[in-house]
């Protein structure tokens, strides 16, 4: 029995020996080896907690542009954007800007920062929401 536990217990400190160990940045958050930044969707809700875009902007249909890093969506027509939740999709690690989702003014274009899971990559991103006419 004996034995057996003490097997165990090698295995078990072998196995934590292999795991990576990675830091953590101010905020709490890993700070990994991932260079990716980008964001790859967008999304904005009303006060309803309601999707307002006609469309949800994403990198494949061409309303985000990565190169540029510019964001361009369409509001429902008559959507309020004085007070909207502005949401994105990122890849593994990455930081938002100041933060979304949280109610914002987007009557102007808006400017978000993403940092990648590195820390060492950062891409300023600008997001232009019209109302639909």
């Keep these: 029995m004996k034995t057996k536990i003490t097997l165990f217990i090698f295995a078990l400190a072998g196995f934590m020996a292999s795991c990576n160990d990675y830091p953590i940045d101010d905020n ?5 080896d991932k260079t990716k930044c980008y964001m ?4 904005l809700l ?3 907690h309601q999707n307002v875009l006609v469309k949800t902007p994403t990198v494949s249909n061409g309303l985000i542009d990565t190169v540029a890093c510019t964001v361009t969506a369409v509001a429902k027509f008559g959507t309020n954007l004085q007070k909207v939740k502005p949401y994105c999709g990122v890849t593994d690690d990455i930081t938002v800007h100041p933060g979304m989702g949280k109610w914002v003014d987007f009557t102007e274009p808006k400017e978000y920062t993403l940092v990648s899971g590195n820390r060492q990559i950062k891409k300023k991103y600008t997001i232009t929401v019209t109302v639909q006419q």
Excluded: H, M, R
Excluded at 28 to 32: D, F, K, N, T
Excluded at 40 to 43: I, K, R, T, Y
């Design 28 to 32: 709490g958050l890993l700070i990994s």
């Design 46 to 48: 009303g006060t309803d």
């Design 40 to 43: 790859s969707s967008f999304n």
